[in-house]
C-alpha cells in the first residue's frame, strides 16, 4: 500500500535530475514494482492498513483497504505501468516525474482512510494531472492547462466545503457516507468525473498535452472522480440519469470529430457515463459492473491513446482528414498506408475500439455484460446506455476505417521499442481479461459471477450492438468523411458557459463597482479625516513653534543677563585683586615705617640711658649698656623694668598716632 504512494514520489528527484541512463533505470524500478503491485493486490487477501502523521489535530493521514480500494488500485497500477512504459523514451523528464506524482496520488485517494488524507492526495492529482498538460509548453497547452486546472480546483474547492459541513455535523474526519452537504460532494466529484456541463475540461485537456502524457491522463483523472462517487456518495436516481447522459452526449460529440485524441476525450466521457450510471444504481451488479468497466477502461482507453499516438509521433498528424485527403501524385507518392506501415499500432488500435465497443472476446465485453444486465427493463436509463452502445461502435469504425485502414502518410521517424512493448502488454491484457475474466474476479466487491457469461444471448446482444454501428457508419460514412460542421451556438459553451460567464462577469463587475465605490468613499473620508489631523498637527506644531521660539528669546535674554553678571563678577574680581594689592602695598610700607621707628626708638633710647648714667664707673657702664642694649631675643618680661615700661607705652601711643595719621 504504502509502496504504491511512497515510492513513485521518493524517485522524483532522481528522474528530474539524473542522468538518462539513471533515469531510465528508475523509471523501469518503477514500472516493475507496480506490475508487481498489480500481482500482488490479485493474489493476497489484504494490504493492510498504515497511519502518517498520527499526531496531527484534526485527523491523521492514514490509509487502509476498502472494499473497493483493490480493484481501483489494480488497474491505476496495471495501466500505469503500461503507460510510463510507453512514455519511457518519448516523455521529457519533467513529465515522467509529473506522471509519477500523478499515479501516487490516485492510490492515495483510494487508500484513504479520511477526508483529510483524501483531500491532499485530491488536490495532488489535481496539480500533477494539470502540469502534464502545461509542460508541453505550447500556446494552446498552457490556455488548456489552465482551462483544465480552474476547473478542477473549482471541484476541489467545493468537495472541501461538503468536508467542512460534513465536520460541522459529524465531529469527524472519518471515510463515511456524508452527513451533510451532500449536494457539494456531488458537485464536486462531478467535476473529476466530467459530468455534464463540467466535461469541457476533457476535450481541451487531453488532446493538448503530449501524446504519451495523454496516456496517462486517460487512466487517471476521471477514474478518480467515479471511484469516489461509488465510494463516499449513497445511491441516487440524479447520479444515474447523469451517468446514461453522458453517455449519450460523448458519443455524439465524438462522432463529430476529426482529430483523433479529441474523437478519443469525447469517448472517455461517454463510457465514463455507463460507470457512473453505474455507482449511480448502486445495487451490487451495477456497482461490480462500473468498478470493473473503471478497469477495463483504463486498458482500452490507454491502449487506443498509444496507438493513436504512434501515429501522430510517425507522421505528425492527428487529423483524419489529413490522413485521408488525396494530394498530388507525386506527394501521394511519398505517403505509405498506416496499417502497412505500422501494423502493431493498427492491431492495437484495433483491438481498442473491439474492447470499447463491447464486443465478445474482449475485456469491455465482461463489464458491458454486468452493466447491461443491472439496467435491465430500467426504463430511460437502459436505452440511453443501448444507443450510447451504438454510437460507439459507429465512431470507433470512423476511427479505425479512416485513421489506420484508409489513413495515408508520410512516415518520418519509427516507434521506440519500449512503446511497442507497452502497446503489445497493453493489447494482451485487454484480450486475457476478455477470455479469462475470472483472472479479475477475486477483486470485484460484491463477487459477481463473470464466469459463465459469454452465453449466446450476451454474445448475440453485443454483436447485434457493434453490427448496427457498423450500419450507421457506413451510411454516414461520406458524411463523416468530409466532416459534420456544426454552427458556433450549438455547444455547451455558447448555450450555458458563456451566458453563464457574461452574466457572471456582469456581476463581478456590479460587485467590483460597489467596492470600488465603497473603497472610495472610504479613501475620501479616511483623507478628510487625515486632512483635519493634519491641519490640527499644522496649529500645534505652529504652537510648539512659537514656545520654542519664546523660550529661545527667554533663554538669550537670560544668557545676555547672565554674560553682564560674569562680566560684573570679572569686574568685582578685578577692582577686589587691585584693592587687595594696593592694601598689601600699604601695609608694607607700614611694616617698613615700624621697622625704622623701632630702630630710630631704640637709639634714642640708648642715648638717653647713656646721658642718665653717665658718672658710673666703666664696668658699671658696661654692665647697664649690657643690661640696655636692646637684643629683641634676650628682651623678655624678666628685664623689663617700669621705666622701659613707659618708654614702650610711650612708643605705643606715637605708634597709634603715626598709623592714624597714615590712615
Not at 91 to 101: C, D, F, G, T, V
Not at 114 to 135: C, D, H, P, R, Y
Not at 503 to 510: F, G, H, I, P
Amino acid at each position: 500500500m504504502i509502496t504504491g504512494i511512497a515510492l513513485p514520489i521518493i524517485l522524483v528527484p532522481g528522474v528530474v535530475f539524473g542522468p538518462r541512463l539513471m533515469r531510465y533505470i528508475l523509471m523501469l524500478g518503477v514500472i516493475g514494482a507496480l506490475l508487481f503491485l498489480a500481482y500482488y493486490d490479485l493474489t493476497e487477501a489484504t494490504l493492510g492498513y498504515a497511519v502518517l502523521f498520527g499526531d496531527v489535530v484534526l485527523a491523521p493521514v492514514s490509509f487502509s483497504e476498502h472494499e473497493y480500494s483493490r480493484i481501483a488500485v489494480f488497474g491505476f497500477t496495471l495501466v500505469g505501468a503500461f503507460a510510463l512504459l510507453y512514455g519511457l523514451q518519448l516523455s521529457r523528464p519533467s513529465e515522467q516525474a509529473a506522471a509519477l506524482i500523478a499515479l501516487a496520488s490516485a492510490v492515495g485517494v483510494v487508500f484513504s482512510d479520511n477526508f483529510v488524507t483524501l483531500f491532499i492526495f485530491w488536490e495532488m492529482l489535481t496539480l500533477s494531472t494539470a502540469g502534464l498538460i502545461l509542460l508541453r509548453k505550447t500556446p494552446d497547452s498552457l490556455m488548456a492547462g489552465l482551462y483544465f486546472l480552474s476547473f478542477h480546483l473549482a471541484g476541489g474547492l467545493i468537495v472541501l466545503l461538503g468536508i467542512l459541513l460534513h465536520y460541522e455535523q459529524a465531529q469527524s474526519f472519518v471515510l463515511t457516507k456524508p452527513e451533510a452537504g451532500l449536494a457539494f460532494f456531488i458537485v464536486g466529484f462531478g467535476f473529476k468525473a466530467a459530468f455534464l456541463p463540467f466535461h469541457l475540461w476533457v476535450a481541451r485537456g487531453y488532446p493538448s498535452a503530449n501524446f504519451p502524457s495523454s496516456v496517462i491522463l486517460a487512466g487517471l483523472t476521471t477514474k478518480i472522480g467515479v471511484f469516489a462517487i461509488a465510494r463516499i456518495l449513497p445511491p441516487s436516481e440524479i447520479i444515474m440519469y447523469m451517468g446514461a447522459a453522458m453517455a449519450l452526449a460523448g458519443v455524439t460529440m465524438a462522432m463529430l470529430q476529426h482529430n483523433m485524441r479529441r474523437l478519443l476525450s469525447y469517448h472517455i466521457i461517454s463510457q465514463v457515463g455507463y460507470m457512473v450510471a453505474g455507482v449511480g444504481l448502486a445495487t451490487e451488479l451495477a456497482t461490480d459492473g462500473a468498478l470493473l468497466h473503471v478497469v477495463n477502461h483504463m486498458l482500452y482507453k490507454a491502449l487506443l491513446f498509444m496507438s493513436v499516438g504512434a501515429v501522430f509521433y510517425a507522421t505528425n498528424t492527428e487529423d483524419l482528414h489529413d490522413l485521408t485527403h488525396v494530394d498530388s501524385e507525386e506527394e501521394e507518392q511519398e505517403k505509405e498506408s498506416i496499417w502497412k506501415a505500422m501494423p502493431l499500432a493498427t492491431i492495437g488500435g484495433i483491438v481498442g475500439a473491439l474492447a470499447i465497443s463491447g464486443f465478445p472476446l474482449f475485456n469491455g465485453y465482461v463489464s458491458k455484460y454486468l452493466i447491461k444486465y443491472a439496467f435491465y427493463d430500467m426504463g430511460p436509463a437502459e436505452t440511453m446506455l443501448m444507443v450510447a452502445s451504438i454510437g460507439t461502435a459507429a465512431s470507433f469504425c470512423k476511427l479505425i476505417g479512416f485513421g489506420f485502414i484508409k489513413g495515408r502518410a508520410k512516415i518520418h521517424r519509427k516507434i521506440p521499442i519500449t512503446s511497442i512493448l507497452a502497446i503489445i502488454g497493453t493489447a494482451a491484457f485487454c484480450i486475457i481479461l476478455g477470455v479469462y475474466p475470472q483472472m479479475i474476479a477475486p477483486i470485484i466487491p460484491y463477487a459477481s459471477k463473470v464466469v459463465g457469461i459469454y452465453t449466446f444471448d450476451g454474445i448475440w446482444g453485443a454483436v447485434r450492438l457493434a453490427l448496427a454501428g457498423l450500419l450507421v457508419f457506413l451510411n454516414l460514412a461520406a458524411i463523416l468523411q468530409r466532416g459534420i460542421h456544426l454552427p458556433p451556438w450549438v455547444s455547451v459553451e455558447y448555450m450555458i458557459f458563456n451566458p453563464l460567464g457574461k452574466a457572471l462577469y456582469k456581476r463581478l463587475c456590479q460587485y467590483g463597482t460597489a467596492v470600488d465605490s465603497s473603497v472610495d468613499n472610504f479613501y475620501m473620508k479616511t483623507g478628510q479625516n487625515l486632512y483635519q489631523f493634519c491641519q490640527y498637527i499644522t496649529t500645534l506644531d505652529k504652537g510648539i513653534d512659537s514656545a520654542f521660539q519664546r523660550s529661545s528669546e527667554i533663554g538669550r535674554g537670560l544668557a545676555d543677563r547672565t554674560r553682564y553678571l560674569d562680566q560684573a563678577i570679572d569686574e568685582g574680581y578685578t577692582r577686589t585683586g587691585d584693592a587687595a594689592r594696593s592694601l598689601a602695598d600699604r601695609s608694607r610700607r607700614l611694616d617698613e615705617s615700624i621697622d625704622d621707628g623701632y630702630l630710630k626708638t631704640g637709639e634714642a633710647m640708648r642715648r638717653m640711658a647713656d646721658r642718665s648714667e653717665g658718672g658710673h664707673d666703666e664696668e658699671e657702664e658696661g654692665a647697664i649698656n649690657r643690661r640696655l642694649r636692646f637684643n629683641p631675643v634676650e628682651w623678655t618680661t624678666k628685664n623689663l623694668n617700669f621705666d622701659q615700661l613707659i618708654l614702650a607705652l610711650l612708643l605705643g601711643a606715637v605708634l597709634v598716632v603715626i598709623f592714624y595719621t597714615g590712615r
